[in-house]
């Protein structure tokens, strides 16, 4: 009977033991931060720094011409938001387009889509993010984007129109000061596929920079031609850039310092 009882109690001393060792692993564990809604993280609330996740939505969906460069663009883009500590998620699904999911983003990126891109549940919805005070940052063919949403045109700017074959062109850099053009020389020359516009942006928006027509052929909007702008608008921010066509273009330096920075302006980073 005593050696019944001592086996019992040594039993419970290892169970004891295995217990103990078990709860100090998971109180040493470290712990998951979730990203907390876009809305929780504004000023005034009582969410920690911590708890504020910075993150940027990026929608590469074509329904039109799709870019070889969208590859190059996403990994630079992954890099860049690593960089900066912001996290990015990339989708090609319109569905993502929800109020829930997009309550979570900062920013919205358009990177290189083309064509009806959204069914008007998620164009709702995108519009209810903007008002709510969400950002845009349209990139390239952003611009050849959406034509029967006349929202989204207002949004971007201005809808394409043209471009000639890829050349290199001087722009023109008339504001210095923008997150997305203060590392820029005041002209700068680089090789890329220009866009005309169906409209000059200019009465809506805040010009960044312009192209020199005179530099290249193909140009049609005369000595007025914004390639890059910002603007508020319905309740949110708007960043656009006609520049990354190529791939060359997602391992330059200035050119990704451009970019970034336009992100930086729509999604307050």
């Not at 983003?105 to 891109?117: D, I, K, P, R, W």
């Not at 005179?214 to 949110?236: E, L, V």
Request: glycine share 8%.
């Amino acid at each position: 009977m005593r050696k019944t009882s001592t086996w019992i109690i040594l039993a419970l001393l290892l169970i004891l033991s295995l217990t103990v060792l078990i709860l100090a692993s998971i109180t040493r564990r470290p712990q998951t931060v979730t990203a907390l809604p876009r809305a929780a993280c504004s000023p005034g609330t009582t969410a920690s720094r911590s708890e504020c996740q910075r993150r940027v939505l990026v929608f590469t969906k074509t329904a039109a011409f799709h870019h070889a460069s969208i590859k190059d663009a996403v990994v630079a883009l992954r890099k860049l938001a690593e960089d900066h500590g912001v996290l990015i998620d990339f989708t090609e699904d319109g569905a993502t387009f929800s109020d829930a999911t997009l309550a979570h983003y900062n920013a919205v990126v358009f990177l290189m889509t083309s064509g009806e891109v959204l069914d008007a549940d998620q164009q709702a919805a995108f519009e209810r993010y903007i008002r709510s005070g969400g950002g845009y940052a349209g990139v390239h063919s952003a611009s050849d984007t959406g034509y029967h949403w006349s929202w989204y045109g207002n949004l971007v700017g201005a809808y394409f129109r043209t471009h000639p074959s890829i050349t290199q062109a001087t722009i023109n850099v008339v504001d210095r000061t923008h997150p997305s053009t203060s590392m820029l020389p005041a002209l700068w020359t680089r090789t890329d596929e220009w866009y005309n516009f169906r409209t000059n942006p200019r009465p809506n928006v805040h010009v960044l920079m312009t192209l020199n027509e005179t530099t290249y052929k193909g140009g049609n909007m005369g000595t007025d031609h914004p390639i890059a702008w910002y603007h508020s608008y319905d309740g949110g921010r708007s960043w656009y850039t006609a520049l990354g066509h190529t791939s060359e273009s997602y391992s330059d330096p200035l050119f990704l310092a451009h970019l970034w920075g336009g992100i930086t302006y729509a999604g307050n980073l």
